[in-house]
C-alpha cells in the first residue's frame, strides 16, 4: 500500500492535477520501453482538435552536463514552451523569461543555482553546455523530485523544432 500510495501521489501538489494527463506511446526503438516523446507540433494540434483540452504543453527531459570554471554537475534539464510554464505555475523568482526564446539562455532554480554556483546572484553568469556557452537568465521555483516533470533547468525550445513533426517532446 505504501508503494501504491507513493506511485499514485507524482506531481498531486499541482494545481488541476487530476486534469493532467501525460501521452505514452511504445518507443520506436524498442517496443517494450513506453516513451513520453512525441513531435511538438502535437501539443497544438491537440489544443486545436479537441475542445475539451484545456492547454497542452509541449517538453523535452534530459540529463545536462553544465560546466562552470573547474566543476561539472549533471542537471535535470527541461526544454519547455510557454504553456508548461504557464500550466504547472512555475514562478519567475529573479529575471525574465527571455530564457523560453533564446537557445542560448537558461534558467536556474535556486537549488541548482546553489549547486553550481553557491549563491543564488547568478544573472547573467555564464556556463557551459553542450559545448557552447549559455547565460543564465532567470531563477525559476522548482520541485520535489516527486514528479514526472522534475527539473533543475529550464530552457526554450527552439522556433524550428516547435515546428517540425520529426523533431520529439511532449
Do not use: C
Not at 547565460?135 to 525550445?157: C, K, P, Q
Amino acid at each position: 500500500m505504501i508503494w501504491i500510495r507513493y506511485e499514485l501521489t507524482y506531481d498531486d501538489f499541482h494545481r488541476g492535477a487530476d486534469r493532467l494527463y501525460v501521452l505514452y506511446q511504445k518507443s520506436g526503438y524498442d517496443a517494450s520501453i513506453v516513451a513520453t516523446t512525441d513531435a511538438y507540433p502535437l501539443a497544438e494540434t491537440m489544443r486545436k482538435s479537441f475542445p475539451e483540452i484545456e492547454d497542452a504543453t509541449a517538453f523535452l527531459r534530459r540529463r545536462f552536463e553544465v560546466k562552470w570554471k573547474e566543476q561539472t554537475s549533471w542537471l535535470n534539464r527541461l526544454e519547455v514552451d510557454s504553456s508548461f510554464v504557464r500550466m504547472f505555475d512555475v514562478r519567475l523568482i529573479q529575471g525574465s523569461w527571455e530564457f523560453l526564446h533564446s537557445p542560448t539562455k537558461i534558467a536556474l532554480t535556486e537549488e541548482a543555482a546553489r549547486r553550481i554556483f553557491g549563491t543564488t546572484d547568478v544573472l547573467g553568469r555564464e556556463i557551459v553546455a553542450k559545448g557552447s556557452k549559455m547565460t543564465v537568465t532567470a531563477i525559476v521555483s522548482g520541485w520535489s523530485r516527486h514528479s514526472n516533470f522534475f527539473y533543475e533547468v529550464l530552457a526554450g525550445i527552439s522556433e524550428s523544432d516547435k515546428n517540425n513533426w520529426l523533431s520529439v517532446g511532449f
